[in-house]
């Protein structure tokens, strides 16, 4: 069975451009949720989505969007991108509809703004 | 609102020993705990997960324990090796809201 899968694992980005980061589940698998990783920070909430709509929202500004298709995979937008917006963003999947199970990341994007 | 936090930040044992690690929270209203795996620059691997009415679940040489009444959780790890070098996340689930992370522990085991 196939792990989350995150793409692209990479992107360099200038600062007021816009980055789109996509993530497939677990086949079966209809929650996603959205995480940021910074050293400094640690791992923040972003979204998170279920059966297309989204279930929770982190403290994060309005650049920060994201989208459940009906297959289950996800997008996130980022735009006017910002030096702070330089991090790793992972993506988890669960089985779980109550939302209470066990939780998969995938390997991430590695987001750097210049 | 829930905080999870990590001692040592940072842990360095030689091989073969046996270690623990902690976790702590502050509210004991959990749906479950679940200890990560994270190694430089990877996403995260799940290694066990606890629910709230589980005393301790294990995998291998991995033993995790959670009581909920201290707001506590170990993770014990035995005959370490090289290869269990990485960081290591707690994280607890406080109901119908997001998986709160702990900041880590960054552990090295030496050859």
């Known amino acids: 069975k196939a792990g989350v899968t995150q793409t692209p694992r990479y992107l360099i980005k200038t600062r007021g451009q816009q980055v789109t980061l996509s993530c497939s589940p677990i086949s079966g698998h209809r929650s996603v949720s959205w995480y940021q990783q910074t050293p400094g920070q640690g791992l923040q909430f972003l979204f998170e989505?279920?059966?297309?709509?989204?279930?929770n929202k982190g403290n994060f500004p309005g650049r920060f969007s994201g989208r459940q298709f009906s297959n289950s995979r996800s997008e996130m937008n980022v735009s006017t991108l910002e030096l702070g917006d330089s991090a790793l963003y992972l993506c988890?999947?669960?089985?779980?509809?109550?939302?209470?199970?066990?939780?998969?990341f995938g390997e991430g994007s590695r987001l750097t703004v210049l | 609102k829930q905080e999870v936090t990590q001692i040592p930040a940072a842990l360095s044992v030689p091989e073969g020993e046996n270690l623990v690690l902690n976790c702590s929270f502050t509210d004991s209203a959990i749906y479950n705990l679940q200890w990560f795996r994270q190694d430089p620059g990877k996403g995260l691997t799940s290694l066990l997960l606890i629910q709230s009415s589980q005393r301790e679940q294990t995998s291998g040489r991995l033993n995790a324990s959670l009581d909920k009444s201290s707001g506590r959780s170990t993770l014990y790890i035995a005959a370490s090796q090289p290869g269990d070098s990485a960081t290591y996340l707690c994280a607890v689930k406080p109901g119908n809201t997001p998986l709160v992370f702990g900041k880590g522990t960054r552990l090295s085991v030496i050859a």
């Open positions: 989505y279920f059966s297309e709509t989204q279930r």
């Open positions: 988890a999947s669960s089985g779980d509809s109550a939302n209470t199970g066990e939780l998969f």
